[in-house]
C-alpha cells in the first residue's frame, strides 16, 4: 500500500525517507499520503554565451527575496530537487510534477520510479512549451513523491548518489544539450507570442499585398472576358434562330 501521513512523518523521525525535509512545528509537513518536494538548485545553458549556469535555492533566506530563475520559450532547465531521498529496502517510490506546471505550459522530463535503496537527490528536465517566459521561485513545491510498500524487502538495493555527484552529472548534460530544447522542431528561436500575431499578420497582409489585388484583378477580368463571351454566344445563337 501508500504510506499515509502517520508513516511518514513516523518513518522521517526515524531519519528515514528523506533528508532536508520542510518542517512544521517539528515534524515533516506532508499531505495525505505524499511529500512535496521543492526545488533546490536549477542548472542551465546560457543561449548567449552556451556556458552552464546555475542558482541554488538559500534555505535560510527569507521567501520574499528567494533566488528565482527564467525558463524562456523553448528552454530546457535541469531542477535537482533540495531534498535528498533515503528509500528503504522495503520501500520503492513515484515522484510526479505538480499540476501547476502542466498549468503553465512547463513539461516535466524524467520524474518516475525511485528504487528501494536508493539515496541522493531527484534531478528533472522542465522544457517550457509556451511562448512566454517561466520564472521559477527557487524553493517551490513542484514535485510530489509517494512512497509504496513491497511485499518483500529488496536484498540489492541502489547505491547512494551524492548531491556532488549528481550536480556534476547534471552540469555534463546541461553542457552537451542545446540551450533551447524545441531549436531542432521550430528550426527557428523566434516564438510567436500572442501580442505580437497582428503585427506579425499585418506584416505578411503587406508583404503579399500587391500579388493578391494582382491576383483579383486578374481574376475578375477574367470572369468580365467569360461573361462577354457567353453574351457573345447568345446572341450568335439568336440570330441564326431567326
Excluded at 552540469?171 to 510567436?192: G, P, Q, R, T, V
Aim: proline fraction near 2%; charged fraction near 25%; glycine fraction near 8%.
Amino acid at each position: 500500500g501508500v504510506l499515509d501521513r502517520s508513516e511518514l512523518v513516523k518513518r522521517y523521525g526515524k531519519k528515514q525517507l528523506l533528508r532536508n525535509g520542510l518542517e512544521e512545528k517539528g515534524l515533516l509537513s506532508v499531505e495525505f499520503a505524499s511529500y512535496d518536494l521543492r526545488a533546490g538548485i536549477a542548472v542551465w545553458k546560457d543561449s548567449k554565451t552556451n556556458e552552464v549556469r546555475r542558482c541554488e535555492f538559500d534555505p535560510n533566506s527569507d521567501g520574499t527575496k528567494q533566488k528565482t530563475v527564467t525558463l524562456q520559450p523553448g528552454q530546457m532547465m535541469f531542477v535537482i530537487t533540495y531534498e535528498e531521498i533515503i528509500m528503504p529496502k522495503d520501500l520503492c517510490g513515484t515522484v510526479f510534477s505538480r499540476n501547476s506546471l502542466a498549468l503553465n505550459g512547463i513539461l516535466a522530463l524524467n520524474a518516475g520510479h525511485i528504487d528501494p535503496g536508493f539515496e541522493g537527490p531527484i534531478v528533472i528536465r522542465l522544457i517550457n512549451l509556451k511562448g512566454t517566459a517561466y520564472t521559477l521561485t527557487l524553493g517551490s513545491q513542484i514535485y510530489t513523491i509517494v512512497y509504496q510498500t513491497l511485499q518483500n524487502e529488496a536484498i540489492d538495493g541502489h547505491r547512494a548518489i551524492s548531491r556532488s555527484e549528481t550536480l556534476q552529472k547534471v552540469y555534463k548534460a546541461a553542457d552537451e544539450a542545446l540551450s533551447n530544447a524545441l531549436h531542432d522542431i521550430a528550426l527557428s528561436y523566434e516564438f510567436l507570442k500572442i501580442t505580437d500575431f497582428d503585427k506579425r499578420f499585418a506584416d505578411e497582409l503587406k508583404k503579399y499585398r500587391n500579388r493578391i489585388l494582382k491576383f483579383v484583378i486578374a481574376f475578375l477580368i477574367g470572369i468580365l472576358t467569360v461573361g462577354a463571351a457567353i453574351v457573345k454566344i447568345l446572341e450568335w445563337v439568336q440570330t441564326t434562330s431567326h
